[in-house]
Structures are given as structure tokens and as C-alpha cells.
């Protein structure tokens, strides 16, 4: 990205990939939520669905998030194991799709 800077021809290259990033870095919160929902509902021996775990944890997320200090932390925490799982979610289908087409 900061060689797309530098170079003038992919100056808007550079602003789509500041909006990507953003856009992933909000989203990331999505599976920390669903695992924090989960964990929280598995603790208080409550089935739910993803919805119901993805409102628990967005829930208690937002007000951790709203603390002073430990909300920007938690923010940090929170934006960088969601990007972490979704990286590793996305190599992990893509491999398997690698192994399925080589097995047909």
C-alpha cells in the first residue's frame, strides 16, 4: 500500500484500500462477538442460535467498549482476533477447496 502511494497512477487504489481496511476492521468484531455470545450462553447453559449469540456478545462487547482506557484495548483486542479468525477461516476453506478439486 505505501508503494501505491508513492507512485501517482494508483493514488485510488490507495483510498480503496484504506476503505477496505476499515471496512474489515469493523467487521471484525463479528466473530469475536459470536464466540463471546457463545461462550457467555454456554456458561449460563442456554442453547442459542448464531443470532442469539451474536446479540449476547455484541451486547456485552459495546459496553466493554465504552470503558475508558480498557475500551480502546478491548477495541484493539477485539479487531485483531476478528481479522486473525477471518484470515484463518479464509485459508482454511480455501485449502479445502484445493484438496476437493484435486480428489476429483
Known sequence: MVLSAIL???IPF???YLLGYIIAAYLA???VAVWLGRF???KLNRPSGPYMALFVGLLVL????MLPILGIVAQLVAALLGLGAMTMTYLAHRQSRKV?????
Open 100 to 104: 476437493a478439486v484435486a480428489a476429483a
Open 40 to 42: 457467555i450462553l454456554g
Open 29 to 31: 468484531k463479528i466473530p
Open 8 to 10: 501517482l497512477i494508483t
Open 14 to 16: 490507495v483510498v480503496i
Open 62 to 65: 459495546y459496553i466493554v467498549f
